[in-house]
């Protein structure tokens, strides 16, 4: 995606050695940052940009949004009396009755318009996820018109439901096309009509644009092949994301920082591949400087191959994706800190590769978390929640969180549970549930709460170590939970997202694709505003 990101290069003539060795090592971090942006293929680029406008014009494709059979005054008015009623007869020999999510291709000979769509928006009050989705189903209709600019006419909705129309439509027109030879560049617009189009845009550039942009980074970065991702390039990539925002510092944790912290839950993880793990760590102040941070955590496995527990070769290539809690906490800073959100956010990216050459950890291994506490190694492939627990107590040693969310591609039970329209909910106290399942309805990525019971705690203890990571029965996707909140201090907030059935699509939603689905973006922004409502 574009990110507006601009590079400097300040040069000097002459130097001692040590000054010139400190200046290689900076061209050197400039040069992996230049090389991660060419690498970096915009969304925007393979598809129509949003934008805002009075009237549309003649030469225009026009989407309407209807909530009946009946077209809207405006768009009586703007087509004129033949083509309305010429379109009147359409409607109705299509059957259209304007429901919720229906869409309808109209033809009439007395408009100069391309083509004419209706879209169903129902007799309901819209939330904004929901003008996200129509905003989506226009850019959906948009993929059919060979005009330069649809125009999409929805009288009576706000700046701020056409800013999450705009929003939608960005997210929706999603496609990884990067590494297609003959893939072409989309060009064109979406233009959303209003009568105050300049107030539409300034909603739109305070925080929609942005959030749209963070979602697609994070779909970009699912989609990866892990040839190309790995966790330095992660890195790399997350640098240039920030680059030049305001309010935000990044670190990051090396092998030598971990094994000086006593890491040695993610440094096993790591031991079996030539890519090294990291932790990085993004920093946002934009609330006020006594404020405690909301800390999102974030699974980051570039590639799981299960380690010395392999797994089968079906559907190991989506292993890719593994990394996706990461990107979806990366992402979401990035939304909050270009819109300048008034919030404290930390992310905490939790990177490894997970290979199974003859360095890597073995089943029945003992390894000690920087916790104190030792785990048996019961699976290499149980690994996610390793990463993560070095990662949730180093975030609480360092952050004092008001509030940590940890998030990841962690079981395959959640999505046997839940399907693929809920992530599933793990929370220790009920009112951190519930503000999490409230920004989940209001962003578009709901949550459902699944049980954490102190049976579960029983269920990972282990015979020879502290805890293990595996082999402790059903329900898996509750007894990783447990797993992680071992790391969790008992007064600390907290909440575990097990992502793994939300994390890509297999059928399309208006805003979420085929493919790589960036969940928890939307969720996490909508969570720290939230949070200083």
């Known amino acids: 995606m574009g990110h507006g990101v601009r590079i400097c290069v300040s040069g000097a003539n002459s130097y001692p050695f040590s000054h010139r060795f400190a200046m290689f090592e900076e061209l050197m971090r400039f040069l992996s940052v230049l090389i991660s942006l060419l690498l970096l293929t915009p969304s925007a680029w393979a598809q129509r940009e949003a934008a805002f406008i009075e009237a549309p014009s003649p030469d225009d494709a026009l989407a309407i949004a209807m909530a009946g059979p009946e077209l809207p005054e405006a768009a ?22 304007g429901e919720a999510g229906v869409t309808a291709t109209l033809f009439s000979g007395a408009t100069d318009f391309g083509e004419v769509y209706a879209i169903g928006i129902g007799p309901e009050d819209l939330r904004l996820r929901d003008w996200e989705d129509f905003g989506a189903r226009a850019a959906g209709l948009a993929k059919l018109s060979g005009a330069e600019r649809v125009s999409v006419m929805a009288p009576g909705a706000s700046a701020e439901e056409l800013a999450a129309a705009a929003g939608g439509a960005m997210m929706g027109q999603y496609s990884f096309d990067k590494y297609k030879s003959d ?14 189009a300049s107030e539409a845009q300034r909603s739109y550039d305070a ?17 990866e092949p892990a040839n190309v991702l790995y966790p330095e390039e992660f890195v790399r990539r997350a640098r240039a994301l920030f680059n030049g925002v305001s309010g935000v510092s990044i670190s990051v944790l090396d092998e030598r920082d971990m094994k000086r912290l006593g890491m040695g839950a993610i440094l096993g993880v790591g031991q079996g591949s030539t890519r090294p793990p990291r932790i990085l760590i993004v920093r946002y102040n934009g609330g006020a400087a006594g404020d405690a941070p909301l800390v999102f955590a974030g699974k980051g496995i570039t590639f799981d191959s299960g380690g010395i527990s392999i797994k089968g070769n079906s559907g190991m290539w989506m292993m890719k994706a593994d990394m996706t809690g990461a990107a979806v906490v990366t992402a979401a800073v990035s939304s909050l800190a270009k819109s300048k959100a008034p919030v404290n ?14 360095s890597a950890q073995r089943p029945g291994d003992v390894v000690r978390a920087m916790s104190g506490t030792t785990i048996e190694i019961m699976s290499t492939d149980a690994e996610g929640r390793l990463v993560l627990a070095d990662a949730v107590w180093h975030a609480q040693e360092e952050f004092d969180p008001a509030l940590l969310v940890d998030v990841a591609t962690l079981t395959g039970s959640v999505g046997r549970a839940l399907g693929d329209e809920y992530a599933g909910l793990f929370a220790r106290e009920d009112a951190i549930a519930e503000r999490l399942i409230a920004a989940g309805d209001a962003s578009g990525e709901d949550l459902w709460r699944l049980p954490l019971h102190p049976n579960h705690d029983q269920q990972i203890k282990s015979m020879i170590a502290d805890v293990k990571n595996a082999d402790t029965g059903a329900p898996g996707a509750s007894t990783g939970a447990a797993f992680i909140g071992t790391f969790v201090k008992p007064d600390t907030p907290w909440a575990h997202l097990d ?5 890509w699509r297999h059928e399309p939603q208006p805003t979420r694709p085929l493919g790589a689905s960036g969940f928890g973006v939307r969720l996490l922004d909508q969570l720290a505003r939230d949070s200083v409502e």
């Open 183 to 196: 893939a072409e560049p989309v060009t064109g617009t979406i233009a959303f009509v209003s009568d105050n």
């Open 76 to 97: 009586t008015a703007l087509l004129g009396e033949a083509a309305s009623a010429d379109l009147a007869r359409a409607i109705a020999a299509a059957n259209f009755t």
């Open 207 to 223: 925080r929609r644009r942005y959030l749209a942009e963070a979602t697609l980074w994070a779909r970009d970065m699912q989609s």
């Open 345 to 358: 956010v930390i992310g905490v990216a939790a990177l490894a590769e997970n290979m199974p050459d003859g």
């Open 499 to 503: 992502i793994a059935g939300v994390d």
